[in-house]
């Protein structure tokens, strides 16, 4: 698969006064393939949203470099980003603030056309349509407001907003996290089908280690501004090596109580440490249940041990084992 | 049922609103047990939340409440102000999902554990630090002699949850009321949380109705379920029995609907799940649940998940089935559901 983006050590700093910094990412590095849903997973704080921001240049980046179909897009103009800007779409976690409650449906599904100036008038109107019906909803409802759908909706307009350039990545940031489940499995459903049948590459934004499970090809796990660990999903959730993945996918409970109750869990001690002073060594010493002393100190670089397409960043997982994590 | 220490009967709740009487609660009937965890879930707008804050009575000032709500046999709905304040925080407390907006941002953590237990125990000063410090530890909080002092801006989330059930336990209740309280926290932060109140519950026998609608939780902490739909309770069984044999058509859809179902070996397997290969041409599938949760307004004499039902026959639109014991009760506990045809697979009537 030829990659279609490729982030290499991407950092955002945010100032914080006093000559601080909140350090919300420090060192990602990732790649999406043509047509590959990557799953980014983190707890809040962990920086994924950002890496979304940063990739869409909704936010600048402090170093490093983005290069998107084969153009480096991390420095390029405002007037030069247009043209990328058709070809990347972000849909947000909340449907109720990221539609403009005084355009209609179709307004709003319109814009990304009449921006790039794709269509107007009467064919912008039947992309309008046509994209309304791929996403499950009647074309007449073009004619509503954000205020009289249904959180499902919205998000369905949401998609319909991203896809209507026929973009090739979509970043998704939570984007089903505000639904209830029959909802979200319902948004599910479509965003597969339409990824499937588009063909468009996909961040797919996370904290829900069982919505990545579900669609991603990949994914990669983030901590505290830096990824821990990548690889295909079977992996992941087969062969889980970094102490922070093992410990998250520990702590999900499982709809099955038989199953739920003789888990075993990775129980981490303490909280998140702060991004304005992360934790020096391996950010996620602090908290690791099997960290030695080398871990204060040396920064473990993300690198494959144990499988080509699996890199971990932690001291301890070696070809042979990876750490027993003890209750 | 003996020992029971909460009961509540064909509780209804309705609010006056612009767009005309809101039916949120229509008719519930449960009981809790000392030291039972009752776990309520549903989905948005199904009237889990309000039940449970008839309790404590916290529902706004338009809501027209009916029924009744018996603590040891004392029906709850007819306290005066003082009373309900006297109940408040020593019998019944509440642990709400937002522990930023629930604390007062400008008192200590100390000030607002101590309040109540002046309030309620006539704690002195002295009396009411030690215990203070005493309930810190019980929720987890490491240093809780210099927490005290922090205001709740100084504390992550999981923190302020553990003050929030901190200050809801500082009074020994003995229903804790908690509401969605680990969705605005991160999944190891959550996993610390329900320790608390299962600790909580085997150290001080407290009883604890738990509203979630996340079913991994309910899997995870509860031993009684009821499962909510359009205000009212469509099944309800003990957990084990409940996500090994859901009989209500709705429950089995939403288990089904979980992202995860395909992956865990049994219980949630019974409608097929979202197997397929992932390869070609057939993508994994969710089991979706189809149409929206009917309007608020109204009450027909129907089954209220008819609509959206796959397996809905014309009896299921001529009469509303009632709550139900069902025969081949496997769990011991009594298994509840509102369904004219628990049990039937959906698996046949959604994948023709």
Redesign the interface.
Known sequence: MSDLLTVTDLVKHYPAGRGRAVRAVDGVSLTIGAGEVLGLVG??GSGKSTVGKCILRLTEPTSGRIVFDGTDVTHLSRRAMRSLRRDVHIVFQDPYSSLNPRFSVGQIVAEPLRQHRIASGRTAVDKVCEMLERVGLRAEMRHRYPHEL?GGQRQRVGLARALVCGPKLVVADEPVSAL???V???V??LL??LQ?DLGFSCLFIT?????V???ADRIAVMYLGGVVESGPREQI?TDPQHPYTR??LS???????????QRR?V??S???PSPLAPPSGCRFHTRCPVAVDRCATEVPDLTPVRAPDHPVACHLVTEDSVPTLAQ | MSGELLSIEDLRVSFGTEDGLVLAVKGVSLTLAPGEILALCGESGSGKSVTAMSVPQLLPPSATVSGAVRLDGRDLLGLSTSELRELRGSDVSVVFQEPMTSLNPSFTVGFQITEMLHRHEKLSRRAARARAVELLELVGIPDPRRRLKEYPHQLSGGMRQRVMIAIAVACEPRILIADEPTTALDVTIQAGVLDVFRSLRDRLGTAIVLITHDLGVVADIADRVAVMYAGRVVEQADVTELFARPLHPYTRGLLGALPGAAHHDGAAHHDGGSEAGRDGTRRRRLREIPGMVPAPYDDPAACPFAPRCPVAADDCTAARPTLDPQPDDAGGGAHLAACFHPGVSTVEAADV
């Open positions: 707890e809040s249904s209830d489940v029959s979200q499995a319902s599910l459903n597969t089908d499937a904290h829900d280690l069982s919505v499970e579900f669609l959730f410990a998250l702590a999900a409970p499982v709809p099955d109580p038989a199953a739920q109750r869990r129980v981490l303490g909280d998140v």
